[in-house]
């Protein structure tokens, strides 16, 4: 049973960072392709970050550099480092895995205070 269990959630400041963590089991890890989406109230849930099992990476056209998607395989754990943070990243971000089929983690809010 795929298991993908987020972290690191919480109440920032804007200008804050923060760092999201998603530990993942009962799949094989190295060979998924791993992202971050967000959802906010009212709003589709959208894509934050990606990064497959070689390493590429693939950004959300409003992260403009201010978040990094990282992996750490042998933890089996993807992470979201999150600065410069927006009253609009607002949501809850969720984790996903890709291989063979699509996870997901429960989510992990994220409030930016103005």
């Known amino acids: 049973q795929v298991r993908l269990v987020e972290s690191g959630g919480g109440l920032v400041q804007a200008g804050g960072s923060l760092r999201l963590s998603c530990a993942a089991s009962?799949?094989?890890?190295?060979?998924?392709?791993m992202g971050w989406y967000r959802q906010a109230p009212g709003k589709q849930r959208e894509l934050v970050a990606v990064?497959?099992?070689?390493?590429?990476?693939t950004y959300g056209d409003f992260v403009k550099g201010r978040f990094t998607i990282s992996r750490d395989n042998s933890k089996s754990t993807v992470y979201l480092q999150m600065n410069s943070l927006k009253p609009e990243d607002t949501a809850v971000y969720y984790c996903?895995?890709?291989?063979?089929?699509?996870?997901w983690g429960q989510g992990a809010q994220v409030t930016v205070s103005s």
């Open positions: 996903n895995a890709k291989r063979l089929g699509a996870y």
């Open positions: 009962g799949l094989f890890f190295s060979t998924s392709a």
């Open positions: 990064v497959t099992s070689g390493g590429t990476t």
